[in-house]
Nanobody
Framework: QVQLVESGGGLVQAGGSLRLSCAAS????????MGWFRQAPGKEREFVAS????????DYGDSVKGRFTISRDNAQNTVYLQMNSLKPEDTAVYYC?????????????????WGRGTQVTVSS
């Protein structure tokens, strides 16, 4: 099992930036890839970004392409999400997730382990 802890959320004005971090512990050797999802009140969980830990392949949701960047530090077992040009519609709880298998990184079902989430609020 992998434990994930997110940090870096907060309140920011529209147009601002935040960087989220996700620290992994436990069976980190089993992780194939990691992803970020978000969920706003009354909405379904939405794919934000993913990265594979070996080759560094990245994928992004359409709503964040060009604004968000996912990266990894394998030595620190940490994944980051740099969020720029934030919009009020980016307001949500952001979750980090880890998957152990090759699969479709865009769907929550591909991920076995999840963090508790960190709140991001963007004011207009």
């Amino acid at each position: 099992q992998v434990q994930l802890v997110e940090s870096g959320g907060g309140l920011v004005q529209a147009g601002g930036s935040l960087r989220l971090s996700c620290a992994a512990s436990g069976r980190t050797f089993s992780i194939y890839g990691m992803g970020w999802f978000r969920q706003a009140p009354g909405k379904e969980r939405e794919f934000v970004a993913s990265i594979t830990l070996s080759g560094g392949r990245t994928d992004y949701g359409d709503s964040v392409k060009g604004r968000f960047t996912i990266s990894r530090d394998n030595a620190q077992n940490t994944v980051y999400l740099q969020m720029n040009s934030l919009k009020p519609e980016d307001t949500a709880v952001y979750y980090c997730a880890a998957r152990q298998r090759v699969g479709i990184p865009l769907i929550p079902e591909a991920y076995a382990d999840w963090g508790r989430g960190t709140q991001v609020t963007v004011s207009s």
